[in-house]
């Protein structure tokens, strides 16, 4: 098992020595013939104007991740010459402060006001896949209703049809069946009777998914014609469209991030894998990157797969492949694609250092991918798939608390307002961080905050984690844990590893912890306070003693090529599972600490302020240090600060990246 894409010039050899005698063609002609490609359309003409249509208003499923791809695309058509103007109400982002887009227009995002802005200004070409679900439903009308045609405005990047394909269910099944791929069997209904014929016909449980929705609005699992009817009803009041599939829940999620340019050039950025089993929304998900339980056989079936029909459907820019893959045999069915930039986007972006927003406007120009160059590295081009030597852990923020007789179930809809991003040498680490993250009152995987729970276990919560921890601590086998979650045995393994370490450091007295016992507990992804909460002492007087013993963590680079070349990157993060730092600490900084996870009540706002002062700050000659870990933000972004660290905002991270870069300041608010 490895990859297909060049598989083609092993037939271009038997037919070079097939033919010798008779043809002595150099063989560079047949590879040039076998892998020449005609572009569809024509890039002779590169519009002067482009409008850019953002996403409006901040809501559950669609946050901060959009005003960082709408002003990488900004970026982008900038280092082209090209004008830019955009239509974006949300003042409370970065794509509508000064200095971006040349023009910013402050207006609603439906087809009436969209028209007048393309009507005053008249741009050569328009990009629909930088807003999310509303700039793109937006488009979609503009274009039913011919303003595009009737004012020469060229849709740049992906076709609009194929954008249409992908989102309504019953097309996208009907070409996906043309390649002879398979989507989840499903029917596509328009009436709650019809709904209930569907799923009589498919046999229950089924799952509702409304097609043109927002973070899996109106979706969700019903096991009976009464539980479909309540579901439907609601569904069919967000949506014209309802797609019945069989339920395939307990299978693995896993997704691929893929880039394809105009020439046919194709790569797969990211490949990410759903901690928790199909049924629960990616947005809803722990996600880990890369994947860490497919075989190779597998990994590669699914790129190959990836490629083919992103080929097929005529991509060109970014898109997000779903798969459900099951968990006992090499069956596979493609649950959706998303032909536009979305929070995985953001998430396969930070993971791997590979700016894709960015890329992907260059790529709506017709420039070829070998052309652009990786500006995270300096010295490669776009046309490469990145390497991780790290694992990467996305970890969903809910806020359920804040409101009343609110379900806190977790399933196919999006409830959560936000997510972080953790980076470490093995899962446990970067794990553990990811938990911190989303709560400051969280020391880690703790499994004294819940209690064991067979029914929560089933049926998942926003604290299922915490129900697992203490069910490993009650004794719960990998087995019977894998029965009740459906959770892979592998990362259940590795979260049994975190709580029998837990339980050791229990048996221990503060003043008998050795050099070892501090090393095995950090690389496990231990914090201070947690150690402190185990052996019953304090953060600080476990700090000191860590210091003592010299146990500090080492700096390392995202460099997108796992350390095959010198890389030049600017995103870090610290680890406890290494020997050496990837940089030095020589030059002066400016520290400025990030607005961490989106939550009610603190939002893309802090964002737009920390970015205002790295801007600042970088005018005012400073070199600037950021550290965040909110993959949708602007300030993570690789252009924003001289050094990015992507790490937690608590005084044990804080103080250690103090101590290493030993800044002229820190910036707080």
Avoid at 619 to 647: A, C, H, K, W
């Amino acid at each position: 098992a490895g990859p297909e894409d060049l598989e083609c010039l092993f037939d271009v050899f038997l037919d070079c020595v097939r033919n010798y005698k008779n043809n002595q063609t150099p063989v560079k002609d047949f590879i040039n013939k076998r892998l020449a490609y005609v572009p569809q359309r024509s890039f002779t003409e590169r519009p002067k104007k482009v409008l850019i249509i953002g996403s409006g208003g901040l809501s559950i499923g669609q946050a901060g991740e959009f005003d960082y791809s709408g002003s990488q695309a900004i970026k982008a058509m900038k280092e082209e010459n090209i004008q830019t103007v955009l239509i974006n109400p949300n003042i409370a982002t970065v794509q509508t402060s000064k200095g971006l887009a040349d023009k910013v227009y402050f207006l609603p995002l439906v087809p009436e006001y969209v028209e007048q802005v393309i009507r005053s200004e008249r741009p050569g070409g328009v990009l629909l896949t930088f807003g999310g679900q509303t700039g793109l439903n937006c488009g979609i009308e503009l274009e039913r209703l011919g303003v595009f045609k009737k004012y020469g405005c060229k849709i740049l990047g992906t076709p609009i049809q194929t954008i249409i394909d992908t989102e309504d269910r019953k097309i996208f099944s009907e070409r996906i069946s043309e390649i002879g791929e398979k989507v989840a069997p499903s029917i596509a209904v328009e009436s709650v009777v019809e709904a209930i014929a569907a799923a009589e016909q498919l046999g229950y449980p089924v799952m509702t998914r409304a097609a043109f929705s927002l973070g899996g609005l109106g979706s969700g699992f019903a096991n009976n014609k009464e539980e479909l009817k309540t579901l439907a009803t609601q569904a069919l009041a967000h949506s014209n469209q309802l797609i019945i599939d069989k339920s395939l829940k307990g299978w693995k999620e896993v997704e691929y991030e893929v880039v394809r340019d105009a020439y046919d050039n194709c790569i797969t950025v990211c490949n990410m894998e759903n901690v928790d089993p199909l049924g629960i929304h990616t947005g809803e998900s722990i996600v880990v990157a890369p994947s860490q339980t497919l075989s190779n056989k597998e990994y590669n079936m699914l790129r190959t797969v990836a490629i083919k029909v992103i080929r097929h459907l005529g991509v060109v820019g970014e898109c997000n492949i779903q798969y459900a893959l099951s968990p006992n045999s090499d069956d596979f069915y493609i649950i959706e694609v998303n032909a536009r930039l979305s929070r995985s986007s953001a998430l396969a972006s930070k993971a791997t250092g590979y700016p894709l927003a960015y890329v992907a406007a260059k790529l709506s120009l017709g420039i070829p991918l070998p052309k652009i160059k990786n500006s995270v590295t300096g010295v490669t081009t776009a046309c490469f798939e990145p390497s991780l030597d790290y694992c990467v852990v996305k970890v969903p923020r809910w806020d359920l608390h804040k409101f009343s007789r609110v379900c806190t179930k977790i399933g196919s809809s999006m409830k959560s307002v936000g997510e972080v991003m953790a980076i470490g040498r093995k899962f446990e680490e970067a794990f553990q961080k990811a938990l911190r993250m989303v709560d400051e009152n969280v020391s880690g995987f703790d499994p004294h905050i819940m209690r064991v729970n067979e029914k929560e276990l089933k049926d998942p919560t926003d604290k299922r984690m915490y129900v697992v921890a203490a069910a490993l601590k009650n004794g719960y086998s990998i087995d019977k844990l894998y029965e009740l979650t459906k959770i892979d045995r592998w990362f259940l393994q590795k979260m049994k590893n975190i709580i029998d370490y837990l339980s050791i450091l229990e048996t221990k007295e503060k003043q008998n912890l050795t050099h070892r016992d501090l090393v095995r507990a950090k690389q496990l992804g231990f914090s201070d306070k947690q150690i402190a909460a185990a052996v019953k002492s304090t953060e600080l007087a476990v700090r000191m003693q860590r210091e003592e013993l010299r146990i500090t963590p080492f700096v390392k680079q995202i460099d997108t090529v796992a350390a095959e070349w010198p890389a030049t990157t600017n995103y870090l993060y610290t680890t406890y599972n290494g020997t050496t730092h990837d940089l030095t600490f020589e030059e002066k900084h400016m520290m400025v600490l990030g607005s961490g996870v989106y939550r009610i009540g603190s939002s893309v706002e802090f964002d737009w302020c920390a970015v205002g002062c790295l801007r600042e700050l970088r005018r005012l000659g400073m070199q600037t240090i950021m550290i965040n870990y909110n993959p949708e933000t602007v300030s993570t972004d690789y252009d924003m600060s001289d050094r990015l660290y992507f790490e937690e905002i608590s005084f044990e991270v804080v103080m250690d990246i103090y101590n290493l870069e030993n800044p002229d300041g820190i910036i707080l608010s």
